[in-house]
């Protein structure tokens, strides 16, 4: 019995996200929430003829505890997105509390759950949802993601216009660090097959995939960033979890974890010395810093530096939290 939750539900991510999770049929039970419109794509989602028996809950009378209870896989994507000029981290003040009070709700009603962090700052937001579990005694590292599967999907994607692949998502790209600018480290020297990139092209590739939610916000002009894009990517990386939570084994997709909570963490965490980040796999932390190329090395060097203060802001939220 999988009972999936979307919190953030009627959102731009929210409601294509809540689609996917719909028509999967590996999903018997989906519970929506949101603070607004959850009752409508309630039950628009309701006419569709699949298998999980879809509920919808705004906030009072415990909508976010009825939604909650018995879940075993929690999406979050609640929040505010960027408008053009924005940094994510420019997103912390309005969504550090919006994570910490769901995952509180979490903490409390469904502990047990699979959460998988979407809202932004993911470097920050995923430190505090790990805090707020902490502080309940209920922290199992194993259980918490941020979403980086956008950054794989971009990459797959993008290095297309080189390979000329007629399915992007043959080739498999391992994208490490975490999710913002300089923190995306995508290892197109791991490529699987092999690809090939012109020297004069790595480059720019590499920022385009670091760089690629300001291509959305650019474009959408102040509407708001990537919404059908990272359904489609958080649709992927819940599925991946689905399966494995069925027994599925050898599933990796790149997820920024708590590092020394998983298996083969702690040796990445030591190399790098951040205790969060994204390795190249959700099940099992593969060590694959010691195949990089030099340029991504260097590339991992500027990337660790921007994670530590991300990580410490986040964690000093939930310990020293701002007056109200
Ligand atoms: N991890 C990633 O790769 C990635 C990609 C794209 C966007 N994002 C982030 O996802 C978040 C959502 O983006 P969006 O475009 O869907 O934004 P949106 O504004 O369209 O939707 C956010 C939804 O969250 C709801 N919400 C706000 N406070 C809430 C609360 N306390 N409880 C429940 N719901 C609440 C809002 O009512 C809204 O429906 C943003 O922070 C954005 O930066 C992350
Ligand atoms: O760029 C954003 O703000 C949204 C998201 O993190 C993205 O990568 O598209």
Redesign the pocket.
């Known amino acids: 019995m999988v009972k999936a939750v979307v919190?953030?539900?009627?959102?731009?991510?929210?409601?294509p996200l809540s689609l996917l999770l719909k028509a999967c049929p590996l999903v018997d039970e989906l519970s929506l929430?949101?603070?607004?419109?959850t009752p409508g794509v309630t039950a628009d989602l309701s006419h569709i003829s699949s298998i999980a028996k879809i509920t919808g809950y705004l906030?009072p009378d415990d909508g976010?505890k009825k939604a909650l209870t018995g879940a075993n896989v929690v999406v979050?994507?609640?929040?505010?997105?960027?408008k053009p000029g924005m940094t994510?981290d420019d997103?912390f003040k309005?969504?550090a509390?919006?994570v910490r009070?769901?995952v509180q709700g979490i903490a409390e009603n469904c502990p047990k759950a699979f959460i998988l962090?979407?809202?932004?700052?993911?470097n920050s937001?995923v430190p505090i949802a790990a805090e707020v579990m902490k502080k309940a005694g209920k922290f199992d590292p194993k259980r918490l993601f941020?979403?980086?599967?956008?950054?794989v999907v971009r990459a797959e994607t993008f290095v297309q216009d080189i390979t000329g692949e007629k399915d992007p998502s043959k080739t498999v790209i391992p994208v490490i660090g975490g999710?913002s600018g300089e923190t995306i480290v995508p290892l197109f020297s791991l490529a699987k097959p092999k690809v090939n990139i012109p020297a004069d092209k790595l480059a720019p590739l590499i920022k385009r995939v670091q760089f690629g939610?300001d291509e959305?916000v650019e474009a959408k002009g102040g509407a708001?960033?990537?919404?059908l894009?990272?359904a489609y990517?958080?649709f992927r990386f819940a599925e991946k979890i689905i399966k494995a939570m069925k027994g599925e084994k050898g599933i990796v997709e790149p997820t920024y974890v708590y590092l020394p909570g998983v298996n083969g963490g702690d040796v990445v965490a030591k190399e790098n010395g951040v205790d969060y980040f994204s390795p190249s796999g959700a099940e099992k932390a593969n060590n694959i810093l010691s195949e990089l190329d030099d340029n991504e090395k260097e590339l991992l060097e500027v990337c660790v530096k921007g994670l530590k203060g991300n990580i410490e802001k986040g964690v000093d939220f939930v310990h020293n939290p701002p007056p109200k």
Not at 7 to 15: N, V, W
């Open positions: 919190l953030g539900a009627a959102g731009g991510i929210g409601q929430y949101d603070v607004v419109n906030s976010l979050i994507p609640a929040g505010i997105p960027r994510r997103l309005i969504n509390g919006i009070d769901l962090v979407i809202s932004n700052p993911v937001t941020g979403v980086t599967t956008l950054d999710h939610g959305v708001g960033s990537a919404t894009s990272m990517a958080g």
